[in-house]
């Protein structure tokens, strides 16, 4: 990433300078967002479904795929980032940049958001399920159905805590080598003492984390509203 300054960058050139490293975070956090969110809600619903409580209990379905999500998910992302480099670059070809952050957030995220779509698609009543068991309905159309429209609002939430959670990693990934704002905020707001780039790079971190919190919101009372 070029720079146009080194020390304290103007404040007509911050917008230069922001403008890349903006993009490659929104980048990297859309697109490891959507993937964990495609990966964490099947891997939720194998656990509520094949639970002992569950619609079809099955601890030799249930036990390995605990087990895997809890393991992505109690890794601190650095060591994540770190440990995964061989699987990245097998992947995509490269463990830096944006596209080498992409595995790393996938995997962290998707682990983080089974385990809060899973606790969400356990608050819908089970007298709900048994209804639908009761008339005939099959697992597949039970999940489709009944669980995640019931589940929705929670399912949202849940999505909000993953995006904004994934911004803050995308951030400190950025800090080996993944490019985007926490990339900036240590090359030049940190290590250059540009308190003009650091300013700007908190302040546009917090305007994303607002944009993000507001959809999310906005997302949970419309899905309220369609129950």
Same mark, same amino acid.
């Given at each position: 990433?070029?720079?146009?300054?080194?020390?304290?960058?103007?404040?007509?050139?911050?917008?230069?300078?922001?403008?890349?490293?903006?993009?490659?975070?929104?980048?990297?956090?859309?697109?490891?967002?959507?993937?964990?969110?495609?990966?964490?809600?099947?891997?939720?619903?194998?656990?509520?479904?094949?639970?002992?409580?569950?619609?079809?209990?099955?601890?030799?379905?249930?036990?390995?795929?605990?087990?895997?999500?809890?393991?992505?998910?109690?890794?601190?992302?650095?060591?994540?980032?770190?440990?995964?480099?061989?699987?990245?670059?097998?992947?995509?070809?490269? /463990? +830096? %940049?944006?596209?080498?952050?992409?595995?790393?957030?996938?995997?962290? @995220? #998707?682990?983080?958001?089974?385990? &809060? *779509?899973?606790?969400?698609?356990?608050?819908?009543?089970?007298?709900?399920?048994?209804?639908?068991?009761?008339?005939?309905?099959?697992?597949?159309?039970?999940?489709?159905?009944?669980?995640?429209?019931?589940?929705?609002?929670?399912?949202?939430?849940?999505?909000?805590?993953? /995006? +904004? %959670?994934?911004?803050?990693?995308?951030?400190?990934?950025?800090?080996? @080598? #993944?490019?985007?704002?926490?990339? &900036? *905020?240590?090359?030049?707001?940190?290590?250059?003492?540009?308190?003009?780039?650091?300013?700007?790079?908190?302040?546009?971190?917090?305007?994303?984390?607002?944009?993000?919190?507001?959809?999310?919101?906005?997302?949970?009372?419309?899905?309220?509203?369609?129950?």
């Amino acid at each position: 990433m070029t720079v146009v300054a080194l020390g304290n960058t103007e404040w007509s050139e911050l917008p230069g300078v922001l403008r890349p490293a903006l993009e490659q975070t929104v980048t990297m956090t859309a697109a490891s967002f959507l993937l964990s969110v495609a990966i964490g809600i099947p891997l939720a619903l194998v656990l509520v479904v094949t639970a002992v409580d569950g619609i079809r209990p099955n601890r030799f379905v249930n036990a390995p795929v605990g087990w895997i999500v809890n393991v992505g998910r109690s890794m601190p992302f650095i060591i994540l980032l770190v440990a995964l480099i061989p699987v990245t670059r097998l992947l995509v070809g490269t /463990a +830096i %940049g944006v596209r080498g952050a992409l595995v790393p957030l996938t995997i962290g @995220g #998707a682990a983080y958001f089974a385990r &809060l *779509a899973e606790a969400a698609l356990r608050e819908v009543p089970r007298a709900v399920l048994d209804v639908a068991d009761a008339a005939g309905a099959s697992i597949g159309q039970t999940v489709r159905k009944v669980l995640l429209p019931e589940a929705l609002p929670g399912l949202c939430s849940a999505a909000t805590v993953l /995006a +904004i %959670g994934t911004l803050a990693f995308s951030a400190m990934a950025g800090a080996v @080598g #993944a490019g985007g704002l926490g990339d &900036l *905020a240590v090359s030049y707001g940190y290590q250059r003492f540009d308190d003009t780039v650091m300013v700007g790079t908190v302040v546009l971190l917090i305007v994303l984390v607002q944009i993000i919190q507001f959809a999310g919101d906005l997302a949970v009372r419309y899905a309220s509203s369609r129950r």
